[in-house]
């Protein structure tokens, strides 16, 4: 059997004139932790929608778990655990309720429903909660029972819209270690997100702008191979030098972070920490490693448009 799991070429998907899925190729291999990191309407839920089958596309291929889409949805939903965005469970159904439901309609026999959702109850630690009301719980808990719910017929794929989008960063943590477990276990999990230290975690990653995929590797190697220089700047009137850099084409970005300025400068000076220094006489700077965000940047909106002139 094949080691990939995901496999588009040229998925494009149209809501009236807008492309909101541009010609995507991917290639997600089993086991992998993936994750879409992107802006606001950059396409994430939508891709991820054409990889359930709940959307047919304008054009391209899909394969899922060896199932051509969307002429074989059908047989792909049994194989799938999906979180949509929204809570998608009954509020006033407790919880034990919900996992009983859920396990219906994947049709378990009532025994083996039985087991199972102990054993969830368990992992998710939501023992103490089963008799509440799912619309009651705080937010770590609705995610950790929509995880649940997602796993119960035990999927070989997981596909997770903005899961911790309402968790705080202990409840994240912890839903991440359990991400891991399932990963380590065989399952293959995709997963969409804004968040920097989430993306970072993730073994592969594309990002996404505009429907278009603008980088795909594993974290490391984005970092690692972008051309983009940075720089901390330190000293005064950090305001007015971030302010006087920005519009300048060679400057990618400037942000300022806490008594710092970092700054971005695109991939075509050939001295750029010499250049940078001839526009801030005086100040302080020095070269430091790229990290994720700085990735995100250079590959998205102005920077992007910055990194491919220069
Ligand atoms: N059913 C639809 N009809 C028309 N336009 C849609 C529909 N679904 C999504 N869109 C549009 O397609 C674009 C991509 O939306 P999508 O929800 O995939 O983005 P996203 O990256 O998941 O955003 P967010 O992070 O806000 O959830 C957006 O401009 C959105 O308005």
Redesign the pocket.
């Given at each position: 059997m094949t080691d990939i799991v995901i496999e588009t070429r040229g998925l494009t998907?149209y809501?009236?004139d807008?492309c909101?899925?541009n010609n995507l190729d991917l290639s997600i291999r089993r086991g992998a932790i993936y994750g879409?990191l992107?802006?606001?309407?950059?396409?994430?839920?939508?891709?991820?929608?054409l990889l359930t089958g709940l959307?047919t596309p304008c054009a391209g291929e899909v394969r899922v778990l060896g199932n051509e889409l969307p002429q074989q949805a059908e047989a792909l939903r049994r194989k799938i655990g999906y979180m949509t965005?929204k809570f998608s469970l009954y509020d006033s159904l407790s919880v034990a309720e919900n996992l009983q439901f859920v396990a219906k309609i994947y049709g378990l026999a009532r025994r083996q429903s039985q087991q199972r959702i102990a054993q969830l109850l368990a992992l998710y630690h939501l023992e103490d909660k089963q008799q509440v009301r799912a619309g009651a719980l705080s937010g770590g808990q609705k995610q950790r029972l929509a995880l649940a719910a997602a796993t119960l017929h035990q999927p070989p794929l997981l596909l997770l819209?903005?899961p911790t989008s309402a968790v705080d960063p202990e409840n994240r943590r912890e839903f991440w270690e359990r991400l891991f477990d399932l990963s380590d276990a065989g399952t293959t999990i995709l997963v969409?997100t804004?968040y920097m230290d989430e993306a970072e975690r993730c073994h592969g990653l594309a990002i996404?702008e505009l429907?278009q995929k603008r980088a795909d590797a594993s974290p490391q190697q984005l970092t690692r191979q972008l051309k983009a220089r940075v720089f901390l700047l330190q000293g005064d009137n950090l305001r007015q030098v971030g302010k006087q850099l920005a519009p300048l084409p060679e400057v990618i970005s400037s942000a300022q972070i806490g008594n710092t300025l970092r700054v971005l400068l695109a991939p075509g000076l050939a001295e750029p920490q010499q250049w940078l220094q001839q526009q801030l006489p005086g100040t302080a700077l020095q070269r430091v490693e790229p990290n994720l965000e700085d990735v995100f940047v250079a590959t998205t909106g102005v920077g992007y448009a910055k990194s491919a002139q220069n």
């Open positions: 998907k809501f009236g807008y909101a899925v879409f992107g802006p606001n309407g950059c396409g994430k839920s939508t891709t991820m929608r959307l965005q819209d903005e969409s804004h996404l429907g």
